[in-house]
């Protein structure tokens, strides 16, 4: 190996160490701290589907889990009006939170149409001011839908504006899909729970969901549980923010 490779190599082994010590500062998702967690999905099943297992663990150990549906999917069912499918889904997410034991909490957003203005500014940040969560989970904002990318920014957003008040988690849906250049910093095992997480997710029936669990489930929940050496795991990226440091 050649002196300019070994320190290239050298680097690289160096940057990413400095990533895991980074990680291992910040909190564990499953450390036991957290009392109330947000999960703002931008369609019904989108929650279920980025982290359902997560979302039933930290319920688990006894912590206080919202499921917040961004828009209730009324572009989702082919030949549907916006009205029919809304009261479909709606119903779908009443099932599936109510399989978890986990309380819904819907938004005013519109499937597909969903936007980024002053008052939804106003309305994201007012919502979660008002849960008061002490962890926040959502989309990674690079992805292939607009609506996933419009929830992200606006829960974003709101972090900043109360004050980083509460830790946020950024999470995947359909990866190499939906999601796009998702690097995780952490992981849940959800191997416990891994078959509810599927029989939720599979609530929202108006949707066919059963061909996505070989097709993204397994390989995705798979990959991530041997990046995290067990057989199921979801992936993170917190939004690491030092206070003390901060000059806003
Ligand atoms: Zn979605």
Same mark, same amino acid.
């Given at each position: 190996?050649?002196?300019?490779?070994?320190?290239?190599?050298?680097?690289?082994?160096?940057?990413?160490?400095?990533?895991?010590?980074?990680?291992?500062?910040?909190?564990?998702?499953?450390?036991?701290?957290?009392?109330?967690?947000?999960?703002?999905g931008a369609h019904p099943d989108d929650p279920e589907s980025m982290?359902g297992?997560?979302?039933?663990?930290?319920?688990?150990?006894?912590?206080?889990?919202?499921c917040?549906y961004?828009t209730q999917g009324e572009g989702g069912i082919?030949?549907k009006?916006?009205?029919?499918a809304r009261a479909i889904r709606h119903q779908e997410a009443l099932n599936s939170c109510a399989y978890m034991?986990i309380?819904p909490?819907f938004?005013?957003?519109?499937d597909?149409?969903?936007?980024?203005?002053?008052? +939804?500014? &106003?309305?994201?940040? !007012? #919502?979660?001011?008002? %849960?008061?969560?002490?962890?926040?989970? /959502?989309?990674?904002?690079?992805?292939?839908?607009?609506?996933?990318?419009?929830?992200?920014?606006?829960?974003?957003?709101?972090?900043? +504006?109360? &004050?980083?008040?509460? !830790? #946020?988690?950024?999470? %995947?849906v359909m990866?190499?899909?939906? /999601?796009?250049?998702?690097?995780?910093?952490?992981?849940?095992?959800?191997?416990?729970?891994?078959?509810?997480k599927i029989a939720a997710y599979l609530c929202h029936k108006s949707q066919n969901l059963e061909g996505n669990i070989?097709?993204y489930h397994?390989?995705?929940?798979?990959?991530?549980?041997?990046?995290?050496?067990?057989?199921?795991?979801?992936?993170?990226?917190?939004?690491?923010?030092?206070?003390?440091?901060?000059?806003?």
């Amino acid at each position: 190996m050649k002196k300019i490779q070994i320190i290239f190599l050298t680097a690289m082994i160096a940057a990413v160490l400095t990533a895991f010590s980074t990680e291992m500062n910040a909190q564990s998702i499953m450390g036991g701290h957290y009392k109330k967690a947000l999960i703002i999905g931008a369609h019904p099943d989108d929650p279920e589907s980025m982290c359902g297992g997560t979302m039933l663990m930290l319920k688990n150990q006894g912590c206080e889990v919202v499921c917040v549906y961004f828009t209730q999917g009324e572009g989702g069912i082919p030949g549907k009006s916006e009205e029919e499918a809304r009261a479909i889904r709606h119903q779908e997410a009443l099932n599936s939170c109510a399989y978890m034991g986990i309380r819904p909490l819907f938004m005013t957003q519109v499937d597909g149409r969903s936007e980024i203005t002053k008052e +939804r500014y &106003d309305e994201m940040k !007012d #919502l979660i001011a008002k %849960e008061n969560p002490d962890i926040v989970i /959502t989309h990674w904002p690079i992805d292939s839908h607009r609506d996933h990318r419009n929830c992200a920014l606006l829960v974003f957003d709101s972090w900043r +504006r109360l &004050d980083h008040g509460f !830790d #946020l988690y950024f999470t %995947e849906v359909m990866s190499g899909n939906q /999601t796009l250049n998702f690097l995780p910093t952490s992981y849940v095992d959800i191997t416990p729970v891994r078959e509810q997480k599927i029989a939720a997710y599979l609530c929202h029936k108006s949707q066919n969901l059963e061909g996505n669990i070989a097709k993204y489930h397994d390989t995705m929940e798979g990959m991530r549980g041997r990046e995290y050496m067990c057989q199921w795991a979801e992936a993170f990226v917190q939004v690491l923010w030092n206070k003390e440091r901060s000059t806003k």
